[in-house]
């Protein structure tokens, strides 16, 4: 199937908190799995990816963890920031090697 | 080192009227895909496409909607006899390889307006 569940649609942390977003993919044959951010009337912009082949990436202040079993994989986000306030975007392809569909997004708020 | 560029950023268009997109990708890069996002909505795969090949259409409506990649030239998206529900910003995005093993590069996107 084409299906990329992503959740939740809005979400709200104190500035400094942690944020987790998280996102499950139907085909256990996909193998890479971007996240992607999108400010206010801009273009949406890669923040991490992981391939099938690793758990867990940090990149600073953001990482990403994938449990193939289980078909599902997260977005981390700590010591948030007022910048941090964007929709987020996570993607799986359908299949191997195929294009890419896009979660519904999640709107960040960081509160002051 | 040019990102992908789309153009124009703004378009409107009368009900009946087409509406062509444009979409030049990262140097280099050969493959090119289209997206269509709804305010507060998400981004809806359209079609994937590679030079002078339409490797997957399968997001596109059936009528109406036309893309094309040539070999010279940038990426066309067209919407012929443009309807109210067509008005959406439409992404383009560009890499560097076939399938989703590549990094995608968007471009800023065309906010069509039909009135």
């Known amino acids: 199937g084409e299906n990329v569940e992503q959740h939740p649609s809005t979400l709200s942390v104190q500035e400094g908190d942690s944020a987790v977003i998280k996102c499950t993919y139907s085909d256990s044959a996909s193998n890479y799995f971007p996240w992607y951010k999108q400010e206010l009337g801009k273009r949406p912009q890669l923040i991490i990816d992981i391939r099938s082949n690793v758990g867990e990436k940090k990149d600073q202040r953001i990482a990403v963890t994938l449990n193939k079993t289980a078909k599902h994989f997260s977005l981390h986000i700590t010591e948030t920031q007022p910048e941090d306030s964007a929709v987020y975007f996570c993607?799986?392809?359908?299949?191997?090697?195929?294009?890419?569909?896009f979660g519904k997004g999640t709107r960040l708020h960081i509160l002051p | 080192n040019a990102g992908v560029m789309q153009n124009p950023r703004h378009l409107v268009r009368r009900r009946g009227q087409e509406a062509r997109l444009r979409c030049s990708p990262v140097?280099?890069?050969?493959?090119v895909y289209w997206y269509r996002q709804l305010p507060e909505e998400g981004l809806k795969f359209m079609v994937y496409l590679q030079k002078e090949n339409i490797i997957d259409e399968s997001g596109m409506p059936k009528e109406r909607f036309s893309a094309e990649f040539p070999k010279e030239g940038p990426s066309i998206l067209r919407i012929q006899q443009v309807v109210r529900g067509d008005s959406a910003a439409y992404f383009c995005?560009?890499?560097?390889?076939?399938?989703?093993?590549?990094?995608?590069?968007f471009g800023p996107g065309t906010r069509l307006t039909v009135t």
């Open positions: 140097k280099g890069h050969s493959h």
């Open positions: 993607a799986a392809p359908p299949r191997r090697d195929d294009k890419i569909i």
């Open positions: 995005a560009s890499s560097p390889g076939l399938g989703s093993s590549y990094e995608q590069y």
